[in-house]
């Protein structure tokens, strides 16, 4: 299972950096997948907030686009969420996701916590 580390509390146009760590099973093959970022706010679905394939090309949802940073460091087989300038509408469990990018198949972190409020 993914683990994720770095929620928390923080103000308007405070920073939070998220971090993932990739589990042993799938280490070995860490570059046939893509690494994204997730998040569910209460009441709603949950949404990609970004991604990153194994050759470091990001895509953003445009509600964070210019704010958050996503990266990977394929031999340490982690994945990072910068986040700057955070909003109250940021607020959401957020959520780690590896896509088999020959399966298909999808693997989730537990989620962290990020609240922005004043």
Do not use: H
Not at 23 to 47: C, L
Not at 71 to 88: A, E, G, H, Y
């Amino acid at each position: 299972q993914l683990v994720e580390s770095g929620g928390g509390l923080v103000q308007p146009g405070g920073s939070l950096k998220l971090s993932c760590a990739a589990p042993r099973t799938i280490t070995s093959v860490y570059n046939t997948y893509v690494m994204g970022w997730y998040r569910q706010a209460p009441g709603k679905q949950r949404e990609l907030v970004a991604a990153i394939t194994s050759s470091r090309t990001p895509n953003y949802a445009d509600s964070v686009r210019g704010r958050f940073t996503i990266s990977r460091d394929n031999s340490r087989k982690t994945v990072s969420l910068q986040m700057n300038n955070l909003k109250p509408e940021d607020t959401a469990v957020y959520y780690c996701n590896a896509r088999n990018v020959n399966t298909n198949s999808d693997s989730w972190g537990r989620g962290t916590q990020v609240t922005i409020s004043s």
